[in-house]
């Protein structure tokens, strides 16, 4: 998701003792993690916010207590460099990474049974699906440290797409390819306090159509730092969260949903309570708001608010179903 343009920016210096040589490419691995791009071989930048702040401070931790030091400074002025050229240096890198990844899916599909070249049949079908699932992730990871909206995603999202419909029509009854990747069951779903209208309603697509094992876990919205094996909603630098004029739950449904008018109508009135822009003109909209606020000043409780915004939602489906979708 990308930030807005910005006049400030974190800077790590450091020094890292050349022996145990594994330490500096650990480090710049870990820089690179966080999106950090280069000034000079010891300088490493980040626009200034403050999960920015924390994963550099973290770095500067492990550096010290490997032997090395480190310093953190905050920068309105880079010597050389205007803000625009530094933007630059971040967009070029993502778009290159952009870039990888759809010529990695590309060769995928033109492969037709997997990036490896794999046989055909069953087997081959899952090595398309395991890479499937790994451009996926690593397209996540590269848009959560997009910070400036370089060129080049929609041109990955689109070579994604593109070998998801291949698999889909060598699947032919299996479903794999069009259901939920099996990465995102069984897992631990993090999202932040005070659950209100699309963070209930995804809630209730991910237990529905995703992930019917789900948990879920409700954190503060700042300083919260991600265990394995969990997936975040709705908050900063989430896996599925705003994306343009998009809510989250319409950005989930996109990528992992079905296609379905009952949920997409579901969509709509989400949207139009959650970001009040009025998109879709649902006329439920106004109503189902005033049941949510109900839901939501009824109890504290984020688990009850999901049961019971989950029980209300599941009624509205059913209703939609049926065959109202459509309907204004």
Same mark, same amino acid.
């Given at each position: 998701?990308?930030?807005?343009?910005?006049?400030?920016?974190?800077?790590?210096?450091?020094?890292?003792p050349p022996q145990p040589a594994y330490l500096r490419v650990k480090?710049?691995?870990?820089?690179?993690?966080?999106?950090?791009?280069?000034?000079?071989?010891?300088?490493?930048?980040?626009? #200034?916010? $403050? %999960? +920015? /702040?924390?994963? !550099?401070?973290?770095?500067?931790?492990?550096? &010290?207590?490997? @032997? *090395?030091? =480190?310093?953190?400074?905050?920068?309105?002025?880079?010597?050389?460099?205007?803000?625009?050229?530094?933007?630059?240096?971040?967009?070029?890198?993502?778009?290159?990474?952009?870039?990888?990844?759809?010529?990695?899916?590309?060769?995928?599909?033109?492969?037709?049974?997997?990036?490896?070249?794999?046989?055909?049949?069953?087997?081959?079908?899952?090595?398309?699906?395991?890479?499937?699932?790994?451009?996926?992730?690593?397209?996540?990871?590269?848009?959560?440290?997009?910070?400036?909206?370089?060129?080049?995603?929609? #041109?990955? $999202? %689109? +070579? /994604?797409?593109? !070998?998801?419909?291949?698999?889909?029509?060598? &699947?032919?009854? @299996? *479903?794999? =390819?069009?259901?939920?990747?099996?990465?995102?069951?069984?897992?631990?779903?993090?999202?932040?306090?005070?659950?209100?209208?699309?963070?209930?309603?995804?809630?209730?697509?991910?237990?529905?159509?995703?992930?019917?094992?789900?948990?879920?876990?409700?954190?503060?919205?700042?300083?919260?730092?991600?265990?394995?094996?969990?997936?975040?909603?709705?908050?900063?630098?989430?896996?599925?969260?705003?994306?343009?004029?998009?809510?989250?739950?319409?950005?989930?449904?996109?990528?992992?949903?079905?296609?379905?008018?009952?949920?997409? %109508?579901?969509?709509?009135?989400?949207?139009?309570?959650?970001?009040?822009?009025?998109?879709? @003109?649902?006329?439920?909209?106004?109503?189902?708001?005033?049941?949510?606020?109900?839901?939501?000043?009824?109890?504290?409780?984020?688990?009850?608010?999901?049961?019971?915004?989950?029980?209300?939602?599941?009624?509205?489906?059913?209703?939609?179903?049926?065959?109202?979708?459509?309907?204004?």
């Amino acid at each position: 998701m990308a930030l807005e343009p910005s006049a400030s920016w974190l800077l790590l210096i450091h020094q890292i003792p050349p022996q145990p040589a594994y330490l500096r490419v650990k480090i710049g691995r870990r820089l690179a993690k966080v999106g950090a791009v280069a000034l000079k071989n010891s300088v490493y930048v980040l626009p #200034e916010s $403050e %999960a +920015a /702040l924390e994963d !550099l401070q973290w770095i500067l931790r492990e550096v &010290a207590e490997d @032997g *090395g030091e =480190a310093t953190l400074s905050r920068a309105h002025f880079i010597e050389g460099l205007t803000d625009e050229e530094l933007r630059g240096q971040f967009r070029r890198v993502r778009q290159a990474e952009y870039a990888e990844i759809a010529e990695a899916a590309r060769q995928a599909a033109a492969g037709g049974n997997g990036a490896n070249g794999a046989g055909g049949g069953e087997g081959g079908h899952a090595t398309t699906l395991r890479e499937l699932n790994r451009l996926q992730r690593r397209l996540e990871d590269v848009m959560a440290l997009d910070f400036f909206a370089a060129e080049g995603r929609a #041109e990955a $999202e %689109a +070579a /994604l797409m593109a !070998l998801r419909g291949r698999m889909a029509g060598g &699947a032919r009854g @299996g *479903g794999d =390819a069009e259901s939920p990747p099996v990465r995102y069951r069984g897992r631990t779903w993090v999202t932040r306090q005070g659950v209100k209208v699309d963070r209930i309603a995804s809630a209730w697509l991910i237990r529905r159509h995703i992930d019917p094992e789900a948990r879920f876990k409700f954190v503060p919205a700042q300083g919260y730092r991600q265990f394995p094996g969990e997936v975040r909603f709705d908050m900063f630098e989430a896996e599925f969260t705003h994306e343009g004029e998009a809510c989250t739950f319409e950005v989930m449904l996109s990528r992992l949903g079905p296609q379905d008018p009952a949920l997409q %109508a579901i969509a709509e009135i989400v949207h139009d309570i959650d970001l009040k822009d009025g998109k879709f @003109g649902r006329a439920e909209a106004a109503g189902i708001a005033r049941l949510i606020d109900g839901i939501c000043a009824g109890t504290q409780d984020d688990p009850g608010r999901i049961e019971r915004g989950g029980a209300l939602l599941e009624d509205l489906y059913a209703c939609f179903a049926r065959g109202d979708a459509q309907e204004a």
